[in-house]
Protein backbone atom coordinates (compact mmCIF):
# COMPACT_ATOMS: atom_id res chain seq x y z
CA UNK A 1 0.00 0.00 0.00
CA UNK A 2 1.46 3.70 -0.96
CA UNK A 3 -0.07 6.78 0.70
CA UNK A 4 1.06 10.11 1.59
CA UNK A 5 3.51 10.56 4.86
CA UNK A 6 1.34 13.26 6.11
CA UNK A 7 -1.55 10.10 6.88
CA UNK A 8 -0.63 9.31 10.23
CA UNK A 9 -4.41 8.42 11.44
CA UNK A 10 -4.14 6.17 8.01
CA UNK A 11 -1.65 4.46 9.34
CA UNK A 12 -2.56 3.21 12.29
CA UNK A 13 -5.27 1.52 10.35
CA UNK A 14 -2.97 -0.44 9.17
CA UNK A 15 -1.20 -1.29 11.80
CA UNK A 16 -4.61 -2.58 13.60
CA UNK A 17 -4.98 -4.64 10.47
CA UNK A 18 -1.62 -6.05 10.20
CA UNK A 19 -2.12 -7.15 14.54
CA UNK A 20 -4.65 -9.31 13.37
CA UNK A 21 -3.66 -10.84 10.86
CA UNK A 22 0.31 -11.46 11.27
CA UNK A 23 -0.26 -14.00 7.92
CA UNK A 24 -1.15 -11.58 5.29
CA UNK A 25 0.57 -8.45 6.64
CA UNK A 26 0.24 -4.82 4.66
CA UNK A 27 3.50 -3.23 3.93
CA UNK A 28 2.90 0.80 3.91
CA UNK A 29 5.14 2.78 1.93
CA UNK A 30 4.86 6.79 2.61
CA UNK A 31 5.85 9.37 0.35
CA UNK A 32 6.23 12.93 0.28
CA UNK A 33 3.02 14.94 -1.80
CA UNK A 34 4.95 16.49 -4.91
CA UNK A 35 6.34 13.14 -5.95
CA UNK A 36 3.98 10.54 -5.37
CA UNK A 37 1.57 11.55 -8.16
CA UNK A 38 4.79 11.09 -10.64
CA UNK A 39 5.78 7.83 -8.74
CA UNK A 40 2.80 6.20 -8.52
CA UNK A 41 1.93 6.89 -12.82
CA UNK A 42 5.60 5.20 -13.59
CA UNK A 43 4.95 2.33 -11.72
CA UNK A 44 1.70 1.58 -13.14
CA UNK A 45 3.64 1.75 -16.17
CA UNK A 46 6.18 -0.76 -15.27
CA UNK A 47 3.75 -3.16 -13.57
CA UNK A 48 5.06 -2.47 -10.16
CA UNK A 49 2.04 -0.26 -8.76
CA UNK A 50 1.02 -1.50 -5.16
CA UNK A 51 -2.00 -3.59 -4.50
CA UNK A 52 -3.63 -0.78 -2.82
CA UNK A 53 -3.12 3.28 -4.04
CA UNK A 54 -4.13 6.14 -2.39
CA UNK A 55 -5.50 9.08 -4.68
CA UNK A 56 -7.58 12.19 -5.01
CA UNK A 57 -10.13 10.58 -7.10
CA UNK A 58 -11.38 12.92 -10.04
CA UNK A 59 -9.43 12.42 -13.40
CA UNK A 60 -6.11 11.46 -12.45
CA UNK A 61 -7.96 7.95 -10.66
CA UNK A 62 -10.40 8.15 -14.01
CA UNK A 63 -7.24 7.75 -15.75
CA UNK A 64 -6.22 4.60 -14.50
CA UNK A 65 -9.89 3.25 -14.30
CA UNK A 66 -9.72 3.57 -18.11
CA UNK A 67 -6.59 2.18 -18.40
CA UNK A 68 -8.28 -1.10 -17.26
CA UNK A 69 -5.78 -1.08 -13.48
CA UNK A 70 -8.34 -0.54 -11.17
CA UNK A 71 -10.98 -3.22 -9.70
CA UNK A 72 -14.57 -2.09 -8.98
CA UNK A 73 -15.98 -1.56 -5.36
CA UNK A 74 -19.14 -2.95 -3.72
CA UNK A 75 -21.38 -2.91 -1.23
CA UNK A 76 -20.93 -6.30 -0.99
CA UNK A 77 -17.01 -6.99 -0.71
CA UNK A 78 -16.12 -3.01 0.79
CA UNK A 79 -18.95 -1.88 2.25
CA UNK A 80 -19.03 1.19 0.17
CA UNK A 81 -22.89 2.47 1.42
CA UNK A 82 -21.68 3.81 4.67
CA UNK A 83 -20.10 6.45 2.66
CA UNK A 84 -21.05 9.91 2.31
CA UNK A 85 -22.93 9.68 -1.08
CA UNK A 86 -21.80 13.36 -2.30
CA UNK A 87 -17.69 12.24 -1.27
CA UNK A 88 -18.27 9.16 -3.26
CA UNK A 89 -18.98 11.31 -6.64
CA UNK A 90 -15.53 11.87 -6.93
CA UNK A 91 -14.75 7.94 -7.64
CA UNK A 92 -17.51 7.12 -8.97
CA UNK A 93 -17.10 6.65 -12.95
CA UNK A 94 -19.96 4.95 -15.35
CA UNK A 95 -22.32 4.65 -12.20
CA UNK A 96 -19.01 2.24 -10.56
CA UNK A 97 -17.53 2.80 -7.56
CA UNK A 98 -13.43 2.34 -7.69
CA UNK A 99 -11.97 3.44 -3.94
CA UNK A 100 -12.97 4.60 -0.43
CA UNK A 101 -12.76 7.01 1.54
CA UNK A 102 -9.90 7.12 3.90
CA UNK A 103 -9.81 10.53 5.39
CA UNK A 104 -11.41 13.50 6.77
CA UNK A 105 -13.61 15.81 4.39
CA UNK A 106 -12.19 19.31 3.52
CA UNK A 107 -14.40 21.36 1.86
CA UNK A 108 -13.29 25.13 1.09
CA UNK A 109 -15.40 27.49 3.77
CA UNK A 110 -14.99 31.00 4.41
CA UNK A 111 -12.98 32.03 7.84
CA UNK A 112 -13.75 35.69 9.25
CA UNK A 113 -12.01 37.29 12.18
CA UNK A 114 -15.12 38.23 14.02
CA UNK A 115 -13.52 41.15 16.07
CA UNK A 116 -12.22 42.42 12.51
CA UNK A 117 -15.22 42.48 11.14
CA UNK A 118 -17.72 43.61 13.95
CA UNK A 119 -15.12 46.45 14.08
CA UNK A 120 -16.05 47.78 10.29
CA UNK A 121 -19.55 47.50 10.76
CA UNK A 122 -19.35 44.05 8.56
CA UNK A 123 -21.78 40.85 8.78
CA UNK A 124 -20.15 37.25 7.37
CA UNK A 125 -21.07 37.98 3.70
CA UNK A 126 -24.33 35.70 2.63
CA UNK A 127 -24.11 36.77 -1.16
CA UNK A 128 -21.87 38.46 -3.31
CA UNK A 129 -22.92 41.80 -3.23
CA UNK A 130 -22.28 41.15 0.36
CA UNK A 131 -19.34 40.28 -0.30
CA UNK A 132 -17.84 43.39 -2.42
CA UNK A 133 -19.83 45.69 0.52
CA UNK A 134 -17.76 44.08 3.18
CA UNK A 135 -14.05 44.41 1.12
CA UNK A 136 -15.17 48.29 0.40
CA UNK A 137 -15.77 48.75 4.50
CA UNK A 138 -12.30 46.46 5.63
CA UNK A 139 -9.91 48.12 3.40
CA UNK A 140 -11.40 51.52 4.31
CA UNK A 141 -10.18 50.08 8.07
CA UNK A 142 -6.73 49.79 6.47
CA UNK A 143 -7.07 45.69 6.85
CA UNK A 144 -7.13 43.40 3.92
CA UNK A 145 -10.30 42.18 3.19
CA UNK A 146 -9.56 38.79 1.80
CA UNK A 147 -6.02 36.99 2.79
CA UNK A 148 -5.04 35.17 -0.12
CA UNK A 149 -1.37 33.17 -0.72
CA UNK A 150 -1.89 33.95 -4.25
CA UNK A 151 1.88 32.83 -4.69
CA UNK A 152 0.88 29.61 -4.08
CA UNK A 153 -2.00 29.89 -6.71
CA UNK A 154 -3.93 26.94 -5.92
CA UNK A 155 -5.64 28.81 -3.26
CA UNK A 156 -6.79 31.45 -5.95
CA UNK A 157 -7.80 28.70 -7.27
CA UNK A 158 -10.88 28.58 -4.97
CA UNK A 159 -12.40 31.48 -5.69
CA UNK A 160 -12.61 30.53 -9.42
CA UNK A 161 -14.38 27.14 -8.37
CA UNK A 162 -17.03 28.52 -6.29
CA UNK A 163 -17.47 31.45 -8.52
CA UNK A 164 -18.19 29.44 -11.49
CA UNK A 165 -20.42 26.72 -9.06
CA UNK A 166 -22.07 29.55 -8.34
CA UNK A 167 -22.44 31.45 -11.51
CA UNK A 168 -23.26 28.68 -14.04
CA UNK A 169 -24.11 25.31 -11.88
CA UNK A 170 -22.06 22.20 -11.56
CA UNK A 171 -22.64 20.38 -14.66
CA UNK A 172 -20.29 22.98 -16.43
CA UNK A 173 -16.87 22.20 -14.59
CA UNK A 174 -18.09 18.29 -14.98
CA UNK A 175 -18.71 18.59 -18.15
CA UNK A 176 -14.93 20.00 -18.23
CA UNK A 177 -14.03 17.19 -16.40
CA UNK A 178 -15.77 14.47 -18.23
CA UNK A 179 -13.28 15.73 -21.67
CA UNK A 180 -15.35 18.56 -22.93
CA UNK A 181 -12.68 20.99 -23.53
CA UNK A 182 -15.17 23.28 -25.43
CA UNK A 183 -16.75 24.30 -22.25
CA UNK A 184 -14.24 26.53 -20.88
CA UNK A 185 -15.65 28.94 -23.35
CA UNK A 186 -19.27 28.59 -21.53
CA UNK A 187 -20.00 31.97 -20.22
CA UNK A 188 -20.26 31.70 -16.96
CA UNK A 189 -16.87 30.43 -17.13
CA UNK A 190 -15.97 34.05 -18.38
CA UNK A 191 -18.35 35.44 -16.01
CA UNK A 192 -16.33 33.81 -13.10
CA UNK A 193 -13.52 35.56 -13.98
CA UNK A 194 -14.90 38.80 -14.71
CA UNK A 195 -15.83 38.34 -10.57
CA UNK A 196 -12.68 37.43 -9.70
CA UNK A 197 -10.71 40.02 -11.50
CA UNK A 198 -13.53 42.74 -9.93
CA UNK A 199 -12.57 41.56 -6.61
CA UNK A 200 -8.40 41.97 -7.71
CA UNK A 201 -9.20 44.98 -8.83
CA UNK A 202 -11.21 46.25 -5.80
CA UNK A 203 -8.75 45.63 -3.33
CA UNK A 204 -10.46 42.60 -1.85
CA UNK A 205 -6.97 40.98 -1.64
CA UNK A 206 -4.63 43.41 -0.36
CA UNK A 207 -1.40 44.79 -2.41
CA UNK A 208 1.12 42.00 -1.32
CA UNK A 209 -0.75 38.67 -1.76
CA UNK A 210 1.18 37.56 -5.13
CA UNK A 211 4.18 37.41 -2.10
CA UNK A 212 2.23 35.31 -0.25
CA UNK A 213 3.08 31.65 0.23
CA UNK A 214 0.48 29.28 1.96
CA UNK A 215 3.13 26.95 3.15
CA UNK A 216 4.97 29.46 5.44
CA UNK A 217 1.65 30.37 7.03
CA UNK A 218 1.83 33.88 6.21
CA UNK A 219 -2.29 33.84 4.87
CA UNK A 220 -3.48 32.22 8.00
CA UNK A 221 -1.38 34.61 10.46
CA UNK A 222 -3.00 37.72 8.45
CA UNK A 223 -6.58 36.16 9.95
CA UNK A 224 -5.86 35.44 13.36
CA UNK A 225 -3.55 39.05 13.78
CA UNK A 226 -6.34 40.97 12.91
CA UNK A 227 -4.33 41.87 9.72
CA UNK A 228 -7.03 40.27 7.50
CA UNK A 229 -11.13 39.84 7.97
CA UNK A 230 -11.51 36.66 5.94
CA UNK A 231 -9.86 33.81 4.41
CA UNK A 232 -11.29 31.38 1.90
CA UNK A 233 -9.61 27.50 2.67
CA UNK A 234 -9.51 24.08 3.01
CA UNK A 235 -11.34 22.39 6.45
CA UNK A 236 -7.60 21.87 7.58
CA UNK A 237 -7.38 25.81 8.21
CA UNK A 238 -9.06 25.03 11.27
CA UNK A 239 -5.80 22.35 12.69
CA UNK A 240 -3.57 25.03 11.45
CA UNK A 241 -5.24 27.93 13.31
CA UNK A 242 -6.07 25.63 16.68
CA UNK A 243 -2.13 24.86 16.91
CA UNK A 244 -1.25 28.50 16.00
CA UNK A 245 -3.92 30.63 17.71
CA UNK A 246 -5.34 28.60 19.99
CA UNK A 247 -6.88 31.58 22.27
CA UNK A 248 -8.06 33.32 18.65
CA UNK A 249 -9.47 30.08 17.83
CA UNK A 250 -11.86 29.38 21.11
CA UNK A 251 -13.06 33.79 20.84
CA UNK A 252 -13.05 35.19 17.41
CA UNK A 253 -12.64 32.65 14.52
CA UNK A 254 -15.62 32.49 12.67
CA UNK A 255 -16.67 30.50 9.79
CA UNK A 256 -19.41 30.56 7.21
CA UNK A 257 -20.33 29.08 3.71
CA UNK A 258 -19.23 30.46 0.16
CA UNK A 259 -21.35 33.71 -0.44
CA UNK A 260 -23.88 33.31 -3.09
CA UNK A 261 -24.94 34.21 -6.35
CA UNK A 262 -28.79 35.16 -6.32
CA UNK A 263 -28.96 35.18 -9.79
CA UNK A 264 -26.49 32.40 -10.72
CA UNK A 265 -27.89 28.99 -11.92
CA UNK A 266 -25.99 27.23 -9.32
CA UNK A 267 -27.27 26.04 -5.98
CA UNK A 268 -25.75 27.77 -3.15
CA UNK A 269 -25.67 25.01 -0.75
CA UNK A 270 -23.08 23.26 -3.01
CA UNK A 271 -19.61 23.32 -2.18
CA UNK A 272 -16.23 22.74 -3.37
CA UNK A 273 -12.62 21.09 -2.30
CA UNK A 274 -11.48 17.32 -1.86
CA UNK A 275 -13.85 15.16 -0.47
CA UNK A 276 -11.67 12.91 0.83
CA UNK A 277 -8.43 10.56 -0.35
CA UNK A 278 -9.25 7.54 -1.62
CA UNK A 279 -8.17 4.29 -1.48
CA UNK A 280 -8.49 1.91 -4.59
CA UNK A 281 -7.23 -1.80 -5.40
CA UNK A 282 -4.87 -2.68 -8.34
CA UNK A 283 -6.89 -4.82 -10.92
CA UNK A 284 -3.64 -7.24 -11.03
CA UNK A 285 -3.52 -7.63 -7.36
CA UNK A 286 -2.71 -11.27 -6.11
CA UNK A 287 -4.05 -10.13 -2.82
CA UNK A 288 -7.59 -9.29 -3.58
CA UNK A 289 -9.20 -11.17 -0.60
CA UNK A 290 -6.91 -9.55 1.70
CA UNK A 291 -6.89 -5.95 0.60
CA UNK A 292 -11.02 -6.15 0.68
CA UNK A 293 -10.76 -7.33 3.97
CA UNK A 294 -9.03 -3.98 5.27
CA UNK A 295 -11.31 -1.95 3.32
CA UNK A 296 -14.20 -3.35 4.80
CA UNK A 297 -13.19 -3.54 8.22
CA UNK A 298 -10.46 -1.34 8.81
CA UNK A 299 -10.85 1.73 6.92
CA UNK A 300 -12.76 4.14 8.86
CA UNK A 301 -13.73 2.22 11.60
CA UNK A 302 -15.12 3.20 14.74
CA UNK A 303 -11.48 4.05 16.30
CA UNK A 304 -10.93 5.57 12.72
CA UNK A 305 -13.72 7.73 13.17
CA UNK A 306 -12.88 8.65 17.01
CA UNK A 307 -9.17 9.35 15.64
CA UNK A 308 -10.36 12.06 12.96
CA UNK A 309 -13.21 13.87 15.25
CA UNK A 310 -10.73 14.11 17.88
CA UNK A 311 -7.97 16.05 15.24
CA UNK A 312 -10.37 17.89 14.19
CA UNK A 313 -11.82 16.49 11.32
CA UNK A 314 -14.79 14.89 9.81
CA UNK A 315 -14.78 11.71 8.33
CA UNK A 316 -16.98 11.55 5.56
CA UNK A 317 -19.75 8.32 7.05
CA UNK A 318 -23.03 8.44 7.59
CA UNK A 319 -24.71 8.61 11.04
CA UNK A 320 -22.21 10.49 13.20
CA UNK A 321 -24.74 12.56 14.95
CA UNK A 322 -23.98 10.90 18.22
CA UNK A 323 -20.56 10.74 17.48
CA UNK A 324 -20.60 14.50 17.24
CA UNK A 325 -23.11 15.00 20.17
CA UNK A 326 -20.39 13.50 22.38
CA UNK A 327 -17.69 15.66 21.50
CA UNK A 328 -16.68 17.59 24.95
CA UNK A 329 -15.18 21.02 23.56
CA UNK A 330 -17.95 23.00 23.03
CA UNK A 331 -15.25 24.93 20.08
CA UNK A 332 -14.95 21.65 18.53
CA UNK A 333 -18.50 20.23 18.33
CA UNK A 334 -19.53 23.59 16.59
CA UNK A 335 -17.08 23.48 13.81
CA UNK A 336 -17.52 19.37 13.32
CA UNK A 337 -21.20 20.15 13.37
CA UNK A 338 -20.71 22.78 10.71
CA UNK A 339 -18.73 20.92 8.74
CA UNK A 340 -20.77 17.85 8.61
CA UNK A 341 -23.91 19.64 8.20
CA UNK A 342 -22.50 21.57 5.52
CA UNK A 343 -21.52 18.36 3.42
CA UNK A 344 -24.81 16.04 4.26
CA UNK A 345 -26.91 18.82 2.83
CA UNK A 346 -24.60 19.73 -0.29
CA UNK A 347 -26.38 18.38 -3.71
CA UNK A 348 -22.93 18.55 -5.38
CA UNK A 349 -19.27 18.60 -3.71
CA UNK A 350 -17.01 19.22 -6.20
CA UNK A 351 -13.38 18.30 -6.33
CA UNK A 352 -10.63 20.49 -6.77
CA UNK A 353 -10.18 21.16 -10.48
CA UNK A 354 -6.44 20.90 -10.21
CA UNK A 355 -7.23 17.41 -8.67
CA UNK A 356 -10.39 16.41 -10.81
CA UNK A 357 -8.68 17.15 -14.12
CA UNK A 358 -6.05 15.07 -15.50
CA UNK A 359 -2.52 15.25 -14.65
CA UNK A 360 -1.28 17.28 -18.01
CA UNK A 361 -4.18 20.26 -17.40
CA UNK A 362 -3.23 21.10 -13.98
CA UNK A 363 -0.04 23.16 -14.32
CA UNK A 364 -1.64 25.14 -17.40
CA UNK A 365 -5.13 25.68 -15.32
CA UNK A 366 -2.63 26.58 -12.30
CA UNK A 367 -0.61 29.42 -14.50
CA UNK A 368 -3.69 30.39 -16.06
CA UNK A 369 -5.58 31.35 -13.01
CA UNK A 370 -2.77 32.88 -11.70
CA UNK A 371 -2.64 35.18 -15.26
CA UNK A 372 -6.27 35.93 -14.83
CA UNK A 373 -5.82 37.17 -11.21
CA UNK A 374 -3.29 39.60 -12.29
CA UNK A 375 -5.09 40.50 -14.98
CA UNK A 376 -2.46 39.69 -17.80
CA UNK A 377 -5.38 38.03 -19.27
CA UNK A 378 -9.12 39.11 -20.20
CA UNK A 379 -12.10 37.05 -18.53
CA UNK A 380 -12.06 35.23 -21.85
CA UNK A 381 -8.89 34.73 -22.21
CA UNK A 382 -8.88 32.39 -19.21
CA UNK A 383 -11.26 29.99 -21.32
CA UNK A 384 -9.84 30.51 -24.50
CA UNK A 385 -6.42 29.16 -23.00
CA UNK A 386 -7.66 26.46 -21.01
CA UNK A 387 -9.31 24.99 -23.77
CA UNK A 388 -6.69 24.66 -26.28
CA UNK A 389 -4.89 22.93 -23.11
CA UNK A 390 -7.18 20.28 -22.95
CA UNK A 391 -8.08 19.33 -26.78
Known amino acids: MWALNDQTILKDSVDAYNEDHPDAKITLSLYANDDYKQKLRVAFGANQAPDIFFSWGGGALNDYVKAGKVDALTQANADTDRFTPSVMQSATFDGKVYGVPANGLAPVVLYYNKKVLADAGVEPPKTYDDLLTAVKKL ?27 REGGSQVFTDI ?30 DNASSVSYDQGASTALLYTGKAGMELMGTWEYANIAKAAPDFLKSDLGYTAF ?50 LAAGSVP ?27 VRNAPGFQLSWDQALPSDQADPLLTNTDKSFLREISPAGFGTNMSKAGS
Open 139 to 165: KAKDVVPLSLAANSKWPTLMYLEYLLD
Open 177 to 206: ASGDAAKWKDPSVTEANRRLQELAKAGAFG
Open 259 to 308: PSLPDGAGDASSIVGNPSNFLSLNSSTKNKSAALTYFKDYVLDDSQVDAY
Open 316 to 342: PVKGLESKLAAVQSSTDKEWLTFVYDL
